[in-house]
């Protein structure tokens, strides 16, 4: 019954900023810790940035420094502030819901935003 949807992708040159978005449906953010994953061509999808519930927040070390996420309850919206790209950072952007359910944990899939990092 969860829905995402991501937004904000594009083309931006290296060293540019770019900013995405992702709506969630109904209020999950009290049970749900929400990420951003990125998979680029011929490569594992990768977690990029995760935020629970709180100010908790955690980064692959490849973007500390650079992005940072966010949420915003009343909105029910994640967002991922990216500066600095690099071309490095060009994939298909994921946003992720995801709870653990007794021992399991259960994850829901946003269809994706391009970014693409390019003169």
């Known amino acids: 019954q969860v829905q995402l949807v991501e937004s904000g992708g594009g083309l931006v040159q290296p060293g540019g900023s770019l900013r995405l978005s992702c709506a969630a449906s109904g209020s999950i953010f009290s049970t749900y810790a929400m990420g951003w994953y990125r998979q680029a061509p011929g490569k594992q999808r990768e977690l990029v940035a995760a935020i629970i519930s709180g100010d908790i927040t955690d980064y692959a070390d490849s973007v500390k420094g650079r992005f940072t996420i966010s949420r915003d309850n009343a909105k029910n919206t994640v967002y991922l502030q990216m500066n600095s790209l690099k071309p490095e950072d060009t994939a298909v952007y994921y946003c992720?819901?995801?709870?653990?359910?007794?021992?399991?944990?259960?994850?829901?899939w946003g269809q994706g935003t391009q970014v693409t990092v390019s003169s």
């Open positions: 992720n819901a995801a709870r653990k359910w007794g021992p399991a944990t259960i994850n829901y």
